[in-house]
């Protein structure tokens, strides 16, 4: 059971996340078109606005929805007002730190938040993504990189072409995921400051839950390792990557996302996805509760 100071937070943008224990619940809908997927700034300055009016003071794991989403994570981390530096902490498929010219989407926010002064460190973890491949290396922003304040860490991606631009030490390749969480458990023993985690389903292989993206390899045991790593507490945390479908208005956003390539939800299996979805939210929160305050 969470106290009311570590309740989680749904932003019910897609009416996709499941009950939780002790919830507060912030219908959201109205901002699905504007928000989903991408939005200006002036749009995401609004939006935090409203994060600033609603938001109590305490509040526990916030629930995005979609991992269409995942570009709310930037104001929710923007809004913290740590006491000293913290590191984010990114379970993904996707490094999330892509070129967008229209404001800020899911897939470029990581570099907004590596920018925040608050921020020692961004690690993405669980890459299978061809997005941080030689075919996509251009649509990568590589300030964050260059800088040593991004690392990439991937499972079979090939990334030699980091090595080209002096930016390899931002790239950690594994071949499995179990040699993943067991370096990055080894990094967290030397770590001192606390952490803000992001978790994004994609991550997870179809057979843990089924997502709107393609996915990577991770199993449950491997996100609780990962959790666990993190000894020096968490300042804050969210999840997304429910499954949830809509159709834009907005032709352009109708066209990104076709770009995009996202697979078609199958109708039929939505409700045994949700289900599953469920479970894994369930024992996230109680593996996140046991690393917060």
Sequence with gaps: M?????????LDIDHSVGPLPQRLVLPLEHWQESIRFGCSLATMRRFRTMLDELL???YGTVFLGSGDFHHLSWPLI????????IQVVVLDNHPDNMRFPFGVHCGSWVRRVAMLPSVSHVHVLGITSADIG?????????????KGKLTYWNIGVDTGWARRLGIEKAFRGFDTPEAMVDAFA?????QTVPSYLSIDKDAFAPNVAHTNWDQGLLQVDHA?????????GLVGSDINGEVSHYRYQAWWKRRLSAMD???EIDPAML?????????????LLEAIAARSG
């Design 261 to 263: 390539e996202q697979p």
């Design 134 to 146: 030689a075919g996509h290396a251009w649509e990568n922003y590589l300030t964050p990189l260059k």
């Design 56 to 58: 109590p003071e305490q």
């Design 224 to 232: 609780l390792g990962l959790i666990d790593s993190l000894r020096n």
């Design 186 to 190: 080894e990094l967290q023993r030397t």
């Design 2 to 10: 969470h106290s009311l100071d570590h309740r989680p937070v749904v």
């Design 271 to 283: 409700a045994e996805w949700q289900a599953q979805q469920h479970a894994l939210n369930l024992q």
């Design 78 to 85: 923007a809004r913290l007002k740590p006491e000293t530096p």
